[in-house]
Antibody, heavy 124, light 106 residues
């Protein structure tokens, strides 16, 4: 079964760090870009960032709201994507989802597999 | 950045109705628009990609159309399990979503 499972969420104080993990199974992880999204309580979906597959350079892109604070990495040998979140703010409180990007055409993906999400609460 | 304006923000319909949601892009995005369904407490689910292509194993009562700046998502013969929030999404940098449409049963 194709599956993504996020972990690592929890309660953290403003200014501190947290690392989320996204464990993949059921597909060749290294062939896909991986993205992170979030949804604040009562709000819509927001893109956080993505990391390309090694085939396309393995580079990352980030939303302006997290650029310079969040870093996405991947371990293809373990089929895990990470979201390192530093200098956390109260407005980063959200459910965080990882998702697989299926290439529709090169340079454009659709997000066809999603994890169940992990809650991150930033509060003092 | 490309902005997506989705409407209505909420919608109430009866079982068996046809429901239509629109998504307007701030500039021409060709047919590069996807639609997702999100049920409470569950992960989003891809329904339509590239404006009108039905994702594998998605019921045929879901459909999409449009190109350029104006897009439409339709559910024909609404079923109870279709109660959810629906989002349009465009892949660029940044990746953007519409504000969402909450669909309720009348």
């Amino acid at each position: 079964e194709v599956q993504l499972v996020e972990s690592g969420g929890g309660l953290v104080q403003p200014g501190r760090s947290l690392r989320l993990s996204c464990s993949a199974s059921g597909f060749t992880f290294g062939d896909y870009a991986m993205s992170w999204f979030r949804q604040a309580p009562g709000k819509g979906l927001e893109w956080v960032g993505f990391i390309r597959s090694k085939t396309y350079g393995g580079s990352s892109e980030y939303a302006a709201s997290v650029k310079g604070r969040f870093t996405i990495s991947r371990d293809d040998s373990e089929s895990i994507a990470y979201l390192q979140m530093n200098s956390l703010k109260t407005e980063d409180t959200a459910v965080y989802y990882c998702s697989r990007g299926r290439i529709i055409v090169i340079g454009r993906d659709a997000f066809d597999i999603w994890g169940q999400g992990t809650m991150v609460t930033v509060s003092s | 950045d490309i902005q997506l304006t989705q409407s209505p923000s909420s919608l109430s319909a009866s079982i068996g109705d046809t429901v239509t949601i629109t998504c307007q892009a701030s500039q021409d995005i060709s047919n590069y628009l996807n639609w997702y369904q999100e049920k409470p407490g569950k992960a989003p689910k891809l329904l339509i990609y590239d404006a009108y292509n039905l994702e594998t194993r998605v019921p045929s009562r879901f459909s999409g159309s449009g190109s350029g700046t104006d897009f439409t998502f339709t559910i024909t013969s609404l079923q109870p399990e279709d109660i959810a929030t629906y989002y349009c999404q465009h892949f660029d940098n940044p990746i953007t979503f519409g504000q969402g449409t909450r669909l309720e049963i009348k």
